[in-house]
């Protein structure tokens, strides 16, 4: 490795060619601020514009201020991070940005958690000099079924682009216009609704300030826990229970599946169940369709739509919706499990506790944010009352908790309600990318070879690599298994499907980075892969220490199928756990 | 930026495809594309950049993005008689904006559009580089030097169509 040498603060340092100065200076201990950069090492993303100009530092001899971020080094360079003219012009650009900035910090969604307001609290910023002349620009504001983009926050810093251009190939955002009226925005400066976005909600995980936010359900939630003619379900996916307790400072992790329930019962919940449970009725569903299409395949059916795909997220679903039309009968037409759940819970369940459909509310706590928009898709209601009328995110669970004065640590562990709230390992690692497609192969190698596993684990399955691939021997079938995370990833295996260049029979797909446990609607990770591997061992902890680790064991769900829906794939199941796509790539644009 | 609702037929997307052909569908040639496409069409319609978009597989935000971020690409069809008023500090200060208004006024337009027969279209720019002549307006590529309100009607006058 190259190394050069140079001066930082009057330390003369040794770093390898071709870094920048600010990550020469991390090296040795001198953080330098940045606003605009971003850097998800794990992911292979790095964002840095040069655009907030917040970074500049001295360099002895150039005649203007360096941004570090996007500056290399040199040999011999003698560099000043605070001289006097390097901390005047930082504090200039903050006064600027904020000058432009609504002064609305206490009643902001994202106070408390804002990068601006942390720069502004570190440079010690008192007033704007200038601020009664300051021109402020303003859009109109735009709300989405799951995002709310709220311009007039924005420090055009472009992480959100950077997420959707690059790591999701979704391209709804782009920088328009220039000067004063520059904005990220969809094409034609329309709404987010009407553009390519698929509520993936990685923009709003990324935006330093208020800017895009999610659409927060809790005080409907509220309203009708308060409403005596209510019964109120709450179903919680399998990723909240990782990372809900990184929310109340503890480490990342750790599990609080047990507290979680506590806590959601003294929110006042009539029962507290498991989207875990309809997990497992995903699988026996989604693993019969699978054995199905593959058994044709073995028969020599050369029609049989090969690789089956996972339809389980809904952000996935949005986006080949939107990108590939074409490739709509290759998902599985399986729902998603927050679906399944609210499909069973109102009509199943409310039967079994003798409830109205009308009077059963089911909220899903997920850690996600395209899930607000799946539950309001109209083909998931009957007769205008939705499957599920609510879905909060891990972010506003934890606010809700904190509102209602519940003191989370000192929680003691509870178990969820029956029958929704059983569920099997193979259900909780759904959670996680290759969770799915691994609860999948556990059932359907036992239903396919009629023998027990010898092995629950298929740890090549596991990783946090973008695109992953395993060959599973199901009896001496070769069950080549092909799994995705992050919509980009994913866009390279539907490239090659296209192309007829694929050689999968099956294939997962989870639109976050990690899959669920890094989704949108988690506690902010800024990219650090370490939270996402910690998350991710204790979704797999959990599995292991089930009693019950394959869904076609569950012994609820084999109720389920006695006393409801006869066999998986059955007519019943097909009207109440299926579902159809839509081609949404002509949807015309609303200017 | 506004813009106008129009169909492509099929022989104008065919022209654009073969535009961006000609530029073997290379995304780093966006900005050539578009200019041919403007010279093509006269402006780009959110219609045009579709396609544009489709041709060089890039997104239609970042296709819009560029459209936005230059002057000299539009949105809105121009009149036969483009109307220029210069805005820069000369002119500015020599009272542009009140010939604006006036042209404003008289079109009964706003800057950006284009009267509805078509013949005019309202714009401003920084600095032609005739100070001297402030406050200066150009329609098409006659210029005007030294307008002022009052003198408005004795230009759209000229353009009378002939």
């Not at chain 1, 655009?51 to 570090?68: F, K």
């Not at chain 1, 106070?111 to 008192?126: H, K, P, T, W, Y």
């Not at chain 1, 998603?336 to 009308?358: L, N």
């Not at chain 1, 640590?409 to 929704?420: G, H, R, T």
Request: proline share 5%.
């Amino acid at each position: 490795m190259d190394l050069v040498k140079l001066n930082i603060d009057g330390k003369n340092i040794e770093v390898p060619k071709g870094i920048t100065i600010h990550k020469a200076a991390k090296s040795i201990g001198i953080d330098i601020p940045v606003l605009c950069y971003m850097e998800l090492k794990d992911l292979n993303i790095e964002n840095k514009p040069g655009g907030c100009r917040i970074c500049v530092v001295e360099v002895e001899g150039r005649r203007n201020l360096a941004p570090s971020c996007s500056t290399n080094v040199e040999e011999g360079m003698v560099i000043k991070t605070s001289s006097l003219r390097a901390m005047n012009a930082r504090r200039t650009v903050l006064e600027l940005i904020l000058s432009d900035h609504p002064k609305d910090c206490l009643i902001c969604a994202k106070s408390g958690n804002c990068d601006l307001q942390d720069m502004a609290i570190r440079l010690g910023v008192r007033k704007i000099p200038g601020q009664e002349f300051a021109e402020m620009s303003t859009y109109r504001l735009d709300t989405s079924p799951s995002i709310i983009r709220d311009m007039d926050k924005c420090i055009l810093c472009r992480r959100c682009e950077t997420m959707c251009n690059d790591f999701q190939t979704v391209g709804a955002l782009s920088a328009v216009n220039r000067g004063f009226q520059a904005v990220i925005a969809p094409a034609f400066e329309m709404n987010l609704e009407h553009s390519s976005c698929t509520y993936c909600g990685q923009c709003v995980a990324v935006c330093p300030t208020g800017a895009l936010t999610e659409v927060d359900h809790t005080p409907d939630v509220i309203s009708t826990l308060n409403d005596p003619t209510k019964t109120v379900i709450v179903q919680t996916a399998p990723a909240v229970r990782a990372a809900l307790g990184e929310e109340f400072g503890l480490a990342p992790g750790t599990l609080v599946t047990g507290k979680m329930v506590n806590a959601l019962r003294r929110l006042g919940f009539n029962y507290v169940f498991d989207t875990d449970f309809a997990a497992d009725l995903t699988i026996m569903e989604e693993g019969t369709e699978m054995l199905n299409r593959l058994t044709k395949f073995l028969n020599g059916d050369k029609d049989v739509k090969l690789p089956i795909l996972t339809s389980c997220c809904p952000a996935w679903v949005n986006f080949f919706e939107h990108q590939f039309p074409e490739m709509q009968d290759i998902p599985s037409t399986a729902r998603s499990p927050q679906q399944m759940f609210g499909s069973i819970a109102k009509t199943y369940f409310a039967d079994k506790i003798g409830v109205k459909r009308e009077d059963l509310v089911v909220v899903s706590i997920m850690p996600c944010l395209a899930k607000k928009y799946e539950c309001q898709r109209e083909e998931f209601s009957v007769d205008g009352n939705p499957d599920v009328d609510f879905s909060i995110s891990t972010r506003e669970l934890a606010h809700f908790i904190k509102e209602a004065n519940i003191n989370f640590m000192e929680l003691e562990n509870e178990d969820f309600d029956k029958p929704m709230g059983e569920s099997s390992g193979a259900a909780v690692i759904f959670g996680t990318t290759g969770g799915v497609i691994e609860a999948a192969t556990r059932t359907a190698y036992e239903i396919y070879t009629k023998k027990e596993l010898p092995k629950i684990d298929f740890e090549e399955l596991r990783g946090l690599d973008g695109i992953r691939e395993a060959t599973i021997d199901i009896d001496g079938f070769d069950l080549k298994i092909g799994i995705a995370h992050g919509l980009g990833n994913a866009r390279k295996l539907l490239e090659d499907i296209k192309a007829g260049k694929s050689h999968y029979h099956a294939i997962e797909i989870m639109a976050c980075p990690g899959g669920c446990i890094g989704g949108g609607g988690q506690p902010l990770h800024h990219g650090d892969s370490k939270i996402l591997k910690a998350r991710a061992k204790a979704i797999y902890k959990e599995d292991a220490n089930k009693p019950i680790r394959k869904s076609h064991e569950n012994p609820y769900i084999l109720e389920l199928y006695k006393e409801f829906l006869g066999e998986p794939m059955s007519e019943k199941a097909h009207h109440l756990l299926h579902t159809h796509y839509f081609d949404k790539s002509k949807k015309k644009f609303q200017i | 930026m506004s813009s106008v609702k129009i169909e492509l037929r099929k022989d104008q997307v065919d022209k654009i495809r073969q535009i961006a052909k000609t530029f073997k569908n290379d995304p780093g040639e966006l900005i050539n594309v578009l200019h041919k496409c403007q010279g093509e069409f006269g402006y780009l319609p959110a219609e045009v950049q579709e396609v544009v978009a489709d041709e060089l597989k890039m997104s239609v935000a970042k296709v819009y993005g560029v459209v936005t971020f230059y002057s000299f690409f539009s949105m809105i069809p121009t009149g036969r008689y483009p109307i220029s008023i210069c805005t820069g500090t000369a002119c500015y200060v020599r009272g542009a904006e009140k010939v604006l208004a006036e042209f404003k006024k008289q079109l009964n337009i706003e800057v950006g559009t284009s009267s509805p027969d078509g013949k005019f279209s309202l714009s401003c720019l920084r600095c032609v580089g005739a100070c001297g002549l402030a406050p200066v307006v150009l329609v098409g590529d006659k210029t005007f030097g030294r307008v002022s309100p009052d003198g408005v009607k004795d230009i759209l006058k000229e353009f009378e169509e002939m």
